[in-house]
């Protein structure tokens, strides 16, 4: 097992930064690929970014350009970077990891999940 806790969450006006970060213990030598996904109010839960073992990244289009995301193994924590923020970015943000390499979009195949952590951007 795999634990996962947010932080960094809150509000924030349009245009602003925040900074999330995810502490992973546990099963620490299981985890690959690491990720941040968020669901707004009435929305499906979407991959925001990711990173794999590896160092790859992905970025969905809502997130490129504006948050980066980090990884740093030996800490076992994943962090992300939101800058130029605009109230659709409104949502619960959660970390996610999976056991295999691979980055996969579909929210289902993530094997271990955070609480989720608030983040609101005011307009």
């Known amino acids: 097992q795999v634990q996962l806790v947010e932080s960094g969450g809150g509000l924030v006006q349009a245009g602003g930064s925040l900074r999330l970060a995810c502490s992973a213990s546990g099963d620490i030598y299981s985890i690959n690929a690491m990720g941040w996904h968020r669901q707004a109010p009435g929305k499906e839960r979407e991959l925001v970014a990711a990173?794999?073992?590896?160092?790859?990244?992905y970025y969905g289009d809502s997130a490129k350009g504006r948050f980066t995301i980090s990884r740093d193994n030996a800490k076992n924590t994943l962090d992300l970077q939101m800058h130029s923020l605009k109230p659709e970015d409104t949502a619960m943000y959660y970390c996610?990891?999976?056991?295999?390499?691979?980055?996969?979009?579909?929210?289902?195949?993530?094997?271990?999940w955070g609480q989720g952590i608030q983040v609101t951007v005011s307009s």
């Open positions: 996610a990891v999976r056991r295999s390499t691979t980055i996969v979009l579909t929210t289902t195949d993530w094997d271990y």
């Open positions: 990173v794999g073992s590896d160092g790859i990244t």
